[in-house]
């Protein structure tokens, strides 16, 4: 068969060192780093033995900052300066939360008047926003990556809900930046299952990854065929997890109190925190046991004794659990699959333990769930697969995953009403035009107002950006040609484009929602963390920079050993000085020239590329010209 | 140099024709991502990152053209120039548009009645219609090269689509 075969560059280039590459779960709950090593993709512990670490942040009288098992030692004594879950404020303004009163925070309104902006909480060491609080535990993972690999990280791959919206998944980057990791790639956490799973079982055929984490719920459909990892549909509900199990027992438990105790008062914030805490122990008890006892002291006197039985359990929870099935029987209709195409269903989370889950999963599937790897781990180690795929190790697994998006994107037209340019589910990396025009003789500027979700209406949407096209010519109504297109890359990340078709006048925004960190939020958060640390972050650019000038050196010469008939004998002079250029640079101290030199030796390569892939691409298109590409 | 956009049948490697072989299209849009996805070029400069990018945002346009038999339908025509979509190409067949009528009908009932199961009825009674156009337009494709029924029998078929996506949604808003 005559397809499109392109030898990888590099390929012949002599073999570069391993790069250092993690992986890392961001939990709800518990967060987990991965690489891989002779390999194997393995789990990194801390210096304790501990794969997890509680997704749990404390913010110290004295300053100082504690993240994982011993910030959780104390939420219940300090829950206002302890942060548990928050992954479920990421990307969200204080509208978005529901159940506010039953959580032990002290929730502020973003400050920007104009947009709406992510909330806040209010902490002994100030007003934080959920990005700083998510990069301290992103910040304590990598540290525990470089103690263990010594050395610095090439750059992570951080997984996300893939029901998550634009706004959650720039916020985890934002976070990522902040705690000074390059991300190599956002990648959806059933997919970074299925990865673990298919590589390890050698699984071919089509599979559903049932998700159920500490605070989201995902299902992913997807076809494993000869390495590639095809997702045919995602769906999910980015506000449902383990820890509303927790909150339906908390609130059963505050019921049978007030059966026996008419005049019990509201809880303070302590006593929230520590019968969530009982609620989770009593729920994660229950997993292997009839009935467990729920027994405490509150600050205000009252002794809590109640028992809690496992169908009680069920009963208390089942609306919980048939929420799941929904967007389960959704992601089915949008893979126009039947149950028995289904080959297996892959349990992933650590509320996927829960028995009476797995009930309802095995009866809607008929079918017994695959719980065969560490619910709590396998997300991790799929993502530390990618990752060093991703930071050019080579791999014996030649893997290759398209992902989708999860949500439709549109825009807002007249009347309030959403025109959706690219449909959920939508395999990535696309872009998609889509021709709009004026509503009003002599117009000349159009609002674009991008928006993200299913309904039709732009107010039951979540609203991403706005932008203005200006400079319209004028003219009647409806003769303008105003194109949009959307881009959507590999991250799952939008950028959108408006041109007016006759005039070329162009708007163009890289879809940043005003729920993350506005540029200088982020510059200035960087500075402070790294002035004490600025001669590190030198020596690490010019780490950075070499390593790209070598990765670049050598799959330039390795292409023009193979191919360089294809272009002419000066432009082989003037590709070969610069490659001469950048090699003496790199033995200097100085990054920024290094990096320049890079830009400029790309530069002089692109009639070069487009050449080679044009060979590649003439052999199976007949002499069509890749230039020619109408996207 | 010239400025003829891909086609999306070569790109695959497979027969410009409405007749297709669903399994070969599925493998070869896998070859084809296997082995210029951008992931696969994350050491190659950025001139060839860009150029892969776009083949793979290519790839995944021309699959999903081709997968489906209304769009495949309506790309095959636009090869030849013709729009089965435009305003030009209004006139539906009464019979045709009655059908429709009765349909949406049906669909709206069921919805007020918050009926599923009829309107899993009504979406394999539409499977049933869409399964007899396919065949007409491989006859009309493939073997008699006749465009101008073959537009009217692609524009019933973006119709009865249309009305299959609409149950969908209200399969879904029931659902939830």
Redesign the interface.
């Known amino acids: ?6 030898s ?3 390929m012949s280039a002599a073999p570069h060192q391993h790069r250092l590459a993690v992986g890392i779960d961001l939990g709800t709950t518990n967060s987990l780093i991965a690489t891989v090593r002779s390999s194997m993709s393995t789990i990194l512990q801390d210096d304790f033995g501990h794969a997890l670490l509680p997704s749990v942040v404390r913010y110290m009288p004295n300053g100082d900052i504690v993240v994982g098992h011993e910030a959780q030692a104390h939420q219940s004594e300090d829950p206002i300066n302890t942060i548990t879950s928050v992954k479920r404020f990421m990307g969200r303004s204080l509208n978005d939360i529901a159940n506010k009163a039953h959580i032990p925070y002290r929730f502020v309104e973003g400050t920007d008047s104009t947009t709406t902006r992510s909330l806040q909480l209010q902490t002994r060491a100030g007003l934080k926003t959920p990005i700083e609080i998510s990069a301290e535990i992103l910040k304590a993972l990598k540290a525990r990556a470089e103690k263990s690999l010594g050395g610095e990280l090439v750059g992570a791959v951080i997984t996300v809900p893939a029901y998550f919206d634009d706004a959650q998944r720039q916020a985890t980057k934002d976070a990522a930046r902040l705690a000074g990791l390059n991300v190599l790639r956002l990648l959806n956490e059933p997919t970074a299952a299925a990865v673990a799973y298919g590589l390890d079982n050698a699984a071919e055929g089509t599979f559903v990854i049932y998700d159920l984490g500490g605070g989201t719920f995902d299902v992913s459909i997807l076809r494993l ?4 990892f ?1 997702v045919l549909a995602t769906n999910g509900d980015a506000a449902l997890g383990g820890d509303d199990f927790d909150q339906r027992i908390y609130c059963w438990v505050l019921d049978k109190v007030r059966e026996t105790n008419a005049n019990f008062s509201p809880l303070n914030e302590e006593d929230t925190r520590l019968l969530l805490t009982k609620a989770r122990q009593a729920k994660e008890w229950l997993t292997d046991n009839f009935e467990a006892q729920i027994v405490c002291k509150l600050n205000n006197g009252t002794l809590v004794d109640v028992t809690l039985t496992a169908p009680q359990l069920v009963e208390v929870t089942e609306h919980l659990v048939s929420k799941t099935l ?1 967007p389960t ?2 992601a089915m ?1 949008d893979a126009k699959l039947n149950l028995e195409d289904i080959n297996g269903v892959v349990m992933v989370g650590g509320a996927t333990r829960m028995p009476h889950i797995r009930h309802a999963v095995q009866e809607y599937f008929k079918q017994e769930p695959l719980t065969n790897l560490d619910p709590d781990k396998v997300v991790a180690l799929g993502a530390a697969i990618q990752a060093n ?4 190790n080579k791999s014996d697994d030649d893997l ?3 992902d989708v998006t999860p949500l439709s994107l549109g825009l807002e037209t007249m009347g309030g009403l959403v025109e959706k340019v690219i449909h959920r589910n ?7 035009a889509q021709e709009f025009t004026t509503y009003k003789d002599g117009q000349t500027a159009m609002s674009v107002h991008v928006v993200q979700g ?1 309904r039709e209406l732009v107010s039951d949407c979540r609203s991403l950006a706005r932008f203005e096209l200006r400079s319209i010519p004028p003219m009647a109504a409806g003769a303008a040609r105003i194109r949009v297109t959307f ?1 959507v ?2 991250d799952g990340l939008l950028s959108v484009s408006a041109r007016e078709q006759s005039t070329g006048i162009e708007a163009h925004i890289e879809v940043k929602p005003s729920y993350g960190l506005t540029e200088d939020e982020i510059t200035s958060m960087l500075k402070a963390s790294f002035n004490s640390a600025e001669d590190d972050k030198k020596a690490r650019m010019l780490a950075e920079a070499r390593v790209n000038a070598g ?2 050196i ?3 010469s390795a292409a023009l050993a193979v191919d360089s008939n294809l272009i002419s004998a000066t432009e082989i002079e003037a590709i070969e000085a610069e490659i001469k250029k950048l090699q003496a640079l790199t033995t200097a101290e100085d990054a920024t020239a290094i990096n320049q030199a890079v830009d400029t ?3 002089a ?2 009639t ?3 050449a ?2 044009n060979a590649s ?1 003439s052999r ?3 002499g ?8 | 140099m010239q400025n003829t956009p891909i086609n999306y049948f070569e790109l695959f490697a497979i027969a410009e024709q409405f007749d297709l072989d669903e399994t070969t299209l599925e493998s070869n849009f896998r070859k084809t991502q296997s082995a210029n996805h951008p992931d696969r070029f994350i050491s190659a400069p950025a001139s060839e990152k860009l150029v892969a990018m776009q083949l793979a945002t290519l790839a995944n346009e021309a699959y999903s053209v081709l997968k489906s038999p209304a769009k495949r339908a309506k790309y095959m025509l636009e090869q030849h120039s013709i729009d089965a979509i435009a305003d030009t190409n209004t006139a539906m067949p009464a019979e045709f548009l009655m059908q429709q009528m009765e349909w949406r009908e049906r669909i709206e009932d069921a919805k007020m009645a918050r009926n599923i199961a009829e309107l899993d009825e009504i979406a394999g009674e539409l499977k049933l219609e869409t399964n007899s156009l396919i065949n007409e337009l491989h006859e009309l494709l493939d073997i008699k090269k006749d465009l101008t029924s073959a537009t009217a029998v692609t524009r019933k078929l973006i119709f009865i689509d249309k009305v299959c996506a609409d149950i969908d949604q209200v399969i879904e808003q029931l659902d939830d």
């Open positions: 068969m005559a397809l499109l075969q392109i990888e560059p590099g065929s000869k390495g590639v095809e929904s029987r959704k209709r795929i991703l930071a050019g290759l995953l398209l939508s395999t990535l990396p696309i872009a998609r299913e881009t890359d590999a990765a670049i050598s799959s330039v030796l790309n530069h390569t692109e070069f590329a487009a080679r892939m691409v199976a298109l007949a069509k010209n890749l230039d020619s590409i109408n996207l």
